[in-house]
């Protein structure tokens, strides 16, 4: 069964500060994985996806990075800003086509 | 395009009673499914849907729980009879399905409270 962690758990920055944000799976045969933000009382929003056969994929500020062999995902937010701050989930789809979820990474930007 | 629209955002009930979770997926995706979050188990799959036939229903808690898509635009989750532990935000979401790199867009929820 595929299990996906996400650390830290939550995170507090200062405004302008880089973000950096993990998470590992522990099965490497998988379709894809996608970073999505959750805000308050919201549903999730994709943010990037990356395929099994990609490194990484890039939107605005925001950059993720795939190892695939290893089991990690990397996402990065270039200087953060209080609108950036969410939650921030990682999923995986699975060779199985099913997708499993980490908990998430709570983003506090402080202006 | 208006998103994933899910009905209503807020639910709340006594136990015993029956609910039922709307969802309309965005025009010409073909694959649906329904998520339950809570604080203590994430975001866990429940059913999903394929051109409306139900293709995974193993994330179904019990008897309990069941879900229709009589057509490519709408789908119901029901609960019937509802207990305290059905208490969650239920989420549905649509894809393009044919292509499993298509990401998945989420509706706004709705929050159960089984009293």
């Known amino acids: 069964k595929q299990e996906v962690t996400q650390i830290p758990a939550a995170l507090s920055v200062p405004e302008g500060e880089n973000l950096v944000l993990n998470c590992s799976f522990t099965?490497?045969?998988?379709?894809?994985l996608q970073w999505f933000r959750q805000d308050p009382g919201k549903g999730l929003t994709s943010l990037l996806l990356?395929?099994?056969?990609?490194r990484e994929q890039t939107s605005g500020r925001l950059n993720a990075s795939l190892d695939k062999s290893s089991g990690r995902s990397t996402l990065y937010i270039a200087a953060s800003q209080p609108g950036d701050s969410a939650t921030y989930l990682c999923?995986?789809?699975?060779?199985?086509?099913?997708?499993?979820f980490g908990a998430g990474t709570t983003v506090t930007v402080r202006a | 395009d208006a998103g994933v629209i899910q009905s209503p955002r807020h639910e709340v009930t006594e136990m015993g009673q029956e609910v039922t979770l709307r969802c309309k997926p965005i025009?010409?995706?073909?694959?649906l499914f329904w998520y339950r979050q809570t604080m203590m188990r994430g975001l866990e799959l429940l059913i999903y849907?394929?051109?409306?036939?139900?293709?995974?229903d193993s994330g179904m808690p019990e008897d309990r729980f069941s879900a229709k898509m009589p057509n490519a635009s709408f789908s119901t989750l029901k609960i019937q009879p509802s207990e305290p532990r059905d208490s969650a935000v239920y989420f549905c979401?649509?894809?393009?399905?044919?292509?499993?790199?298509?990401?998945?867009?989420f509706g706004n929820g709705t929050r159960l409270t089984v009293t």
């Open positions: 990356i395929q099994s056969s990609q």
């Open positions: 999923a995986v789809l699975s060779n199985d086509y099913k997708l499993s």
């Open positions: 979401a649509s894809s393009l399905g044919a292509d499993y790199n298509s990401p998945l867009h």
């Open positions: 849907f394929n051109n409306n036939v139900p293709i995974d």
């Open positions: 099965d490497s045969a998988i379709y894809n």
């Open positions: 025009s010409g995706h073909n694959s």
